[in-house]
């Protein structure tokens, strides 16, 4: 069971969700200030801790080794907590997939592998596990899926070139993968880009 802190959105009875998978060693700590940035008052949030301690924070696998096995673990916990998380009634065409980091690798790992169509995924400053492999396990709705891509130009930890090779070759899959840079870091942009990414999710509901 991965541990989960819901927040509620601030219209009553809010039916969207978006949950959000944070980066290495990072916790759902660093994500309290995202629902009051997005200023979405019809969204609650599900933010999510990864399953592994990683100096006073988590990761959702082991990125100086083999990933496949914590990649992998981490899917299949994820898979089961959008099932929970539609018997609490939040439907998954009304449910957002968003991670940063290595919890952009699980939004993209889970998102085009998940058996319904989600309202959305936004992966943020991150890249994709095997993506050869991907394309060949995906979902029999992964081509409805719409995705929000966002990455740094800047970024010292995973560069940008190297990622954008990865999106040609899903996007060349018929995956639906909207790719934006900014000039930034290994970080999320401020407004610039949350603007972005706000009304990416707006316009799946």
């Known amino acids: 069971m991965l541990h989960t802190e819901f927040m509620a959105g601030a219209e ?10 944070h980066g290495l060693g990072d916790s ?13 008052p019809w969204m609650s949030y599900l933010l999510v801790n990864a399953p592994d301690p990683y100096f006073g924070g988590f ?5 100086s080794g083999d990933e496949t096995p914590g990649v992998e673990r981490s899917r299949k916990s994820l898979l089961a907590l ?9 439907e998954p065409s009304q449910t957002t997939l968003f991670g940063f980091s290595q919890g ?9 592998r998940c058996p ?16 050869e492999r991907l394309v060949t396990e995906l979902s029999l709705v992964a081509r409805t899926q719409r995705m929000l891509f966002t990455h740094g130009t800047q970024d010292p930890m995973i560069p940008s070139a190297k990622v954008r090779e990865q999106v040609k070759l899903l996007t060349a899959a018929g995956l639906n993968i ?4 900014f000039a930034k870091g290994h970080t999320i942009a401020g407004e610039e880009e949350l603007a ?3 009304k990416f999710v707006e316009a799946g509901y």
């Open 59 to 63: 990761s959702w696998y082991d990125f």
């Open 28 to 40: 759902t700590a660093g994500y309290q200030w995202l629902p009051e940035a997005l200023d979405l």
């Open 82 to 90: 959008l099932e929970q998380t539609k018997a609490r009634g939040f």
């Open 178 to 181: 909207t790719w934006q840079e």
């Open 104 to 112: 952009c690798l699980m939004t993209i790992d889970v998102g085009f």
């Open 116 to 131: 319904e169509t989600l309202a959305g995924l936004v992966g943020v400053s991150g890249y994709i596990h095997r993506p």
């Open 12 to 21: 009553k009875d809010a039916k969207a969700l978006m949950i959000v998978l």
């Open 196 to 198: 972005v990414i706000r």
